[in-house]
């Protein structure tokens, strides 16, 4: 902890659990899509689904999802600004079950470029977030870090090869985890770095054999 | 685990170097974050432009989100204006009063604020900050090393306890801004080191044990207000510790027992909208009128 965590940030009011943290799912989830949203579905679990009109919960989220910055004035009025984008952007209550954090959201988000994706995350405190959740892998990470993130086949040698990439440019591991339903079938991989991943590794990673598709999540 | 900081460790230091609190706490801060004074004094000073700013919003009399609050920091505005002879508080805490309120105001309605150290509690440090430097015609800088002050003041705090309502109650999220506040008054007005760390003990102890019980779990009732008694808190404190009073209770020790009280809270009690004023009849009233909207 800094003294900048004590006296900041700042931030558009008035939660930084409901409000600030909702921004920062939002980006999350736009920067996993990979593209600009085109139409999204937004799921309220929990404290999220029960007071998200008084703390702009809904509003913050939207804003998230078209890039904005936890701090951005434009928050309040982030439905008229998706409107003028044709954005779509739809609510509803969920329920993920008593075990999800109760200030979870989930996104079914359909891409300008036609992609889909799910993301699920929670946001759990003083404006920190966790996505546990990307198209049915279960995952966990913060986006306090850059991070990679693979869907691939689960094989001998997938994990080397990526990670020997990031290392031939000098990008340093600071947390990765792996998940897969089953052995040998399909997996997901979360590679958070200490440096950003520049364009030329992105596009090594997504031509290494057994990967299926990659996405690369940095926020600013 | 993180090691705990002592506020006394660095009062002490900042005794021995004969160093104002303010001028030790900037030196330290710059070498830990590695950055230039300079440009530390003008990131706090950013952050003080950002809350002259929430004054200005909360000013106009917005209403909040959950439509509780709004409105009150004009009114105290107008009464300053039209009945100033008829003050209770006099002139300088009844503008923090409106200061207080106008932010907590601006918060509650989507208003760009500083969290300091949280966003429910971020009426208290401008409202006491902004009454007593127009009082003393404070500089910028000064302004600035009293904010880096009270940011030492939170580290500490956060580090032998906390500083959210929902680990540790409305005394950890208020009560943290006030202690913070008191200190800043403290060093804005020329006392020593020592005197900062009565100012922070003297607060806190003064506001150990309250609940955070916000109605339908909006930060709304009663948090705007409540930053309005902090910021008061705040200055009753530092003119104690001005004066010379000294805490019993050393500081370091007060804040370890709010941390004790903050464990033996009930959860009911803490940011969970199940206790205090978020169950009285009227609360559970509004809170379900703002989720029957929701439904709808």
Redesign the interface.
């Known amino acids: ?16 659990s409901h ?2 943290g909702a921004v920062r799912l939002g980006n999350l989830a736009l920067a996993i899509l990979g593209e600009g949203v085109k139409e999204a579905m937004i799921g309220l679990h929990g ?1 999220f ?8 919960t809904d ?1 913050a989220l939207s804003a998230g999802l078209q890039g904005w910055a936890t ?1 951005d ?1 434009r ?2 009025k982030s439905f008229d600004s998706a409107k003028e984008a044709e954005i779509e952007i739809s609510f509803k209550t969920i329920n993920l079950g008593d075990l999800s954090h109760p200030n979870s959201v989930r996104f079914w988000m359909t891409g300008v470029n036609g992609n889909k994706c799910t993301v699920t995350g929670a946001s759990i ?3 920190r977030v966790v996505v546990t959740n990307i198209d049915d892998f279960p995952v966990e990470f913060s986006g306090d870090f850059p991070a990679i993130l693979t869907m691939h086949r689960d094989r001998p040698g997938a994990i080397a090869l990526v990670t020997s990439i990031l290392s031939t440019q000098g990008v340093n591991v600071a947390q990765m985890k792996v998940f897969r339903k089953q052995k040998g079938g399909l997996a997901a991989m979360i590679v958070e770095t200490d440096q950003p991943i520049d364009d030329a590794a992105f596009e090594v990673i997504g031509k290494l054999p057994h990967i299926q598709s990659v996405r690369r999540i940095q926020l600013v | 685990m ?1 090691e705990k900081l002592s506020l006394k460790e660095w009062i002490d230091l900042a005794e021995t170097k004969n160093k104002s609190f303010g001028d030790f706490c900037i030196e330290f ?1 710059a070498k ?2 590695e950055m230039d004074k300079k440009v530390l004094l003008e ?2 000073e950013e ?1 003080l432009h ?1 809350m002259e700013q929430s004054v200005v919003i909360g000013l106009t009399g917005i209403t ?3 439509g509780l609050v709004g409105g009150n920091g004009k009114k105290v505005e107008t009464y300053r204006a039209d009945s100033a002879e008829k003050s209770v508080v006099g002139g300088v805490m009844s503008k923090a009063i409106m200061i207080a309120l106008a932010v907590g105001e ?15 509690a ?1 009426g208290t440090l401008p409202a006491v900050l902004f009454s007593l430097s127009e009082a003393r015609g404070s500089s910028m800088d000064e302004l600035g090393k009293a ?2 002050v ?3 003041i ?2 500490v705090i ?2 032998r306890a906390s ?2 309502g ?1 680990a540790g109650g409305c005394q950890a999220e208020c009560g943290s801004a006030a202690a ?1 506040a008191a200190g800043a008054a403290v060093e804005l007005y020329g006392g020593s080191p020592e005197q900062v760390g009565q100012a922070v003990a003297i607060t806190l102890k003064n506001m150990l044990g309250l609940v955070c019980d916000p109605v ?5 009732v009663p948090c705007v207000k409540r930053n309005a008694g902090a910021a008061a808190q705040a200055m009753v404190a530092a003119e104690m510790a001005l004066a010379g009073i000294c805490s019993v209770i050393p500081v370091d020790e007060v804040i370890d027992a709010m941390a004790a009280v903050g464990n033996a809270m009930s959860c009911t009690l803490k940011e969970t909208a199940q206790g205090g004023l978020a169950v009285s009849p009227t609360g559970i009233l509004l809170a379900n009128k ?2 029957a ?2 439904e709808s």
């Open positions: 902890m800094n003294i900048f965590d004590v006296i900041g940030p700042v931030m558009i009011g008035p939660s930084s409000t600030a404290s689904a029960q007071t998200y009109r008084g703390h702009g509003l701090d004035s928050i309040p405190g003083g404006g | 993180e801060q830990e974050l990131r706090m952050m950002v909040s989100m959950g601006a918060n509650a309605s989507m208003g760009r604020i500083v969290a300091a150290p949280t966003a429910g971020s904010l880096i009270a940011g030492a939170g580290m956060a580090s500083l959210s929902a913070m339908a779990g909006l930060v709304e703002l989720f909207k929701v």
